[in-house]
């Protein structure tokens, strides 16, 4: 058995080491040696309430034969059933507790609703309805909050909208999770149906919600239910909500039935076949989603969607062009529009703030762009929302077009947009207070885009803290899937269901760690293009939002288009054939394997995310928590004038870190250990040479902020406690829920409780994360992957002082060293599914 060495010099931490020393190393440095290591002399007590050990973990009785299914359409038509109640003598009705939780169903695994959220409409008669329930409730010990839908103006849409996110993030607040009961208690108007239905799709992207209907005729729950605006929708047959009902349960006087209807047909936009464009198959819960990526010139691009979308959607076509900040000084999204005004479309252009922080309700329910939407409707024109950024922007315009009923168009702008945020149909807002994250992606729905177009020359003006961020996600990818095509890895997940049409060797990303060096060095030496493009177009904006005139507009604009034609031509011209060759597989290769990770599970298994599928979610518990509570930092450091540039991480990086710490919990509770511990932690540190996750800079910015480790620990952790896992399995004060990997990538630790295991969750002490992330603020993760000369053996060494790449001559040789790195872990991946399958 290979195993590892490790050696704490200097360590501040009384941990004892779990493997014994072979050959005398630097500070935290790991390689891959002859040692091995033993159980015995791990800390057992260290995280003290995990799950049992894999071993004494019964095999769930699936059959061996779903992996190899290939099922159809899997989506459920939508039902609710109506439960008949009596009137009293008042004209009211006689419904207790006792009635709504025996005729209400649970969620799926649930075995009891764990608070009572009860929300009346407006008039007397629903207030004393509401307060009877919650007496009933309180009777029955059950924890029972009440909220108030207000009396608002038909035509006050900005109202409405500002209720549901109120409501529905106090909810939260107020202590709801997944399992919790949402009560709607209606008045005489019967657009309360449609509050009810909206207000019950948003807290954790879907509760389960009871709806009382005091009405003496039939209101389909299932049809066209619209707000007193006429704005926000809810319509259970349209095919993008993927068949969830409103509601669990109707309660009403009249004899009880039950509702039902088909889903209404799919008809996503497919564009006809074109040279320039390749298609990545896609599908969830049966349905396939057009993904396209569009490989010629950005203009012949632009153009392109807007002849598609005016074929698909016809003339009524009335286009909500979305973009954040840099993509409006980039001119991608008012392209597209100008494109479409040009065919005879005029639409609506709207600009957001960027970043994690902005991710709220508040942001996007601007006056002008709910007017804007609820207008078309009326005129009788089709609303579509053309989604034209990253993963932020992504989320939350399909965040509105949901609301509003609107079909959907994603143009993403980043790797991470296109292939992890539009493989899934979730949409979110995150829950945010005074510029603090508190929950991220809590407030929600489930929603389908009609079509996935993606623009390659787009990607030549990311960051690398974008790409960075790609790697990052990709890496939770292969160190949970590993090579799921496999003999090893269908043994692994025979239970996904349908999973061999998408199943692949997700560790294939690794190979193009080379490219992906290639893409950073590009990066950086256009940075100055790209800021001059990114001024100009800042520039253009303010000369519009002060009506300069249209010589001045055009020449700003034509001054724009030359830069990123400069820009553009470096890559196609100037750059190296092998360059070009190498950064084309790496972006092919991580697009088409986290495409198909996705749909690995999606298509069949689990398309809204809640059971098994829930594995994407590994590393996002510390990464979530970390991502938060820096985003608070960057503001207050924007407040203090400190500069906070080198610091800055977006998602995927900070899932990345918590790869790297899950890697760490999992070594020292014996889960991880030798070639299976390297292996899974190589998968982050091969692309770690430039330091997108090393934590240094933001410990640099925690001190210029007098933020001490503590500090920092509990206010990640605070974050943790409200995280979105929580709920599918009961947590005792002072332990999490978490994922870990076992043994080698892609074989996870299995719980024992059944709920959890649906899940691949394990319950973690707070104390074990609170312990790596101390390690972690004082650095001892900051490590870079190297090949030793003298054994050829993979190690983790800690970063060297100097950044690499920097000089010009030796790229070459960097490159060289990137490409034997990935062959020596592709073999070492090779070994450890020999030795642990």
């Known amino acids: 058995g ?82 008949k109640v009596a009137r009293g003598g008042d004209g009211g009705l006689q419904i207790d507790a006792e009635t709504v939780l025996s005729r209400t169903p649970l969620a799926k695994g649930a075995k009891e609703f764990s608070s009572i959220h009860i929300i009346a409409a407006g008039g007397d008669i629903p207030r004393k309805l509401a307060a009877a329930l919650q007496s009933s409730f309180v009777g029955l010990n059950k924890a029972c909050q009440s909220y108030e839908w207000p009396a608002l103006r038909p035509d006050d849409i900005t109202g409405e909208y500002e209720a549901f996110f109120r409501i529905a993030s106090d909810i939260i607040l107020r202590g709801a999770d997944r399992t919790s009961l949402l009560v709607f208690v209606a008045g005489d108007d019967v657009t309360d149906m449609a509050a009810g239905a909206i207000l019950g799709m948003l807290p954790f992207r879907g509760i389960q919600t009871a709806f009382i209907a005091p009405w003496e005729r039939y209101v389909d729950p299932l049809g066209e239910l619209r707000t007193a605006s006429g704005l926000f929708e809810y319509k259970a047959d349209q095919p993008e909500r993927m068949g969830r009902p409103p509601f669990a349960a109707v309660f009403g006087p009249l004899p009880a039935r039950s509702f039902r209807r088909p889903l209404a047909p799919w008809q996503p936009l497919r564009p006809p076949p074109c040279p320039q464009e390749k298609l990545a198959p896609f599908k969830i819960g049966g349905l396939d989603l057009p993904m396209v990526t569009f490989e010629g010139r950005f203009e012949d691009a632009v153009l392109r969607l807007a002849r ?291 749909a690995m599970f999606l298509a069949f298994s689990d398309p809204f995310e809640k059971y098994r599928a829930l594995l994407f979610e590994y590393a996002h518990t510390l990464g979530h928590g970390v991502e938060a509570f820096m985003n608070g930092l960057y503001r207050r450091a924007q407040e203090a004038g400190v500069d906070y540039a080198a610091a800055f991480r977006l998602h995927g990086q900070c899932v990345g870190m918590a790869v790297i710490w899950a890697g760490e919990m999992a070594l020292h509770e014996g889960y991880l250990e030798g070639d299976g511990y390297l292996a899974h932690q190589s998968l982050v540190y091969i692309f770690n040479r430039f330091g997108g996750f090393d934590f240094a800079p933001l410990r640099k910015l925690c001190d210029a902020l007098d933020v001490s480790k503590d500090e920092f620990c509990e206010g990640v952790l605070a974050v943790v406690r409200r995280d979105n896992k929580r709920g599918y399995c009961s947590c005792s004060p002072g332990s999490s829920v978490d994922q870990l990997v076992r043994n080698r990538p892609g074989c996870m630790v299995r719980s024992v409780d059944p709920n959890a295991e649906l899940r691949y969750l394990v319950k973690v002490s707070e104390d074990s994360q609170w312990r790596v992330l101390e390690r972690a603020f004082e650095g001892e993760y900051d490590r870079v992957l190297r090949l030793s000369p003298v054994t050829s053996r993979l190690t983790l060494q800690a970063r060297p002082e100097e950044r690499p790449l920097t000089e010009p001559d030796s790229k070459g040789k960097h490159f060289a060293e990137a490409s034997q790195h990935a062959a020596a872990l592709r073999d070492l991946l090779q070994d450890v599914y020999e030795a642990h399958s």
């Open 2 to 83: 290979k195993g590892l060495s490790n050696q704490h010099s200097n360590s501040d931490h009384s941990m004892v080491s779990p493997f014994p020393l072979s050959v005398p190393l630097g500070h935290d440095d790991f390689t891959r040696s002859s040692t091995s290591s033993t159980a015995s002399s791990r800390p057992g007590a260290w995280c003290s309430s995990f799950q049992q050990r894999q071993e004494g973990v019964n095999r769930p009785a699936d059959p061996p034969s779903l992996f190899h299914e290939k099922p159809g359409l899997v989506l459920e038509d939508p039902a609710v059933p109506y439960i």
């Open 308 to 598: 598609l979308l005016l074929g698909h959607f016809g003339p009524r076509l009335y286009p909500v062009v979305a973009v954040g900040e840099t993509c409006d000084a980039l001119g991608y999204g008012s392209d597209i529009l100008d494109a479409l005004t040009a065919l005879g479309c005029p639409g609506h252009y709207f600009q957001h703030a960027s970043g994690e922080s902005f991710k709220c309700p508040e942001e996007f329910g601007t006056p002008g762009l709910l007017e804007a939407l609820v207008a078309a409707k009326r005129a009788g024109r089709r609303p579509v929302v053309v989604a034209v950024g990253g993963g932020v922007n992504g989320n939350t315009m399909g965040m509105i077009a949901a609301l509003a009923g609107a079909s959907f168009i994603e143009v993403p702008t980043t790797l991470m947009h296109y292939n992890d945020a539009t493989t899934s149909a979730k949409k979110a807002f995150s829950l945010v207070v005074g510029a603090q994250i508190l929950s991220k992606n809590i407030l929600g729905t489930f929603y389908l885009p009609k079509l996935v177009f993606c623009i390659s020359e787009t990607f030549l003006t990311l960051s690398t803290c974008s790409i960075h961020a790609a790697v990052g996600e990709a890496a939770k990818t292969m160190s949970m899937l590993g090579k799921a095509s496999s003999e090893w890895g269908q043994a692994d997940f025979y239970n996904i269901r349908g999973a061999v049409e998408f199943a692949s060797d997700f560790t294939r990303i690794a190979s193009t760690v080379s490219g992906f060096e290639r893409l950073i060095v590009f990066l950086e030496s256009t940075s100055t293009l790209r800021d001059r493009a990114i001024s100009a177009g800042q520039a253009l904006r303010e000369a519009r939002d002060g009506r300069a005139d249209d010589v001045k507009l055009a020449e700003l604009a034509k001054s724009r288009r030359a830069i990123l034609g400069e820009l553009r031509a470096t890559f196609h011209r100037a750059l190296p054939e092998e360059s070009r060759r190498e950064i084309t597989k790496f972006l092919t290769v991580i697009n088409e394997e986290v495409i198909r990770a996705k």
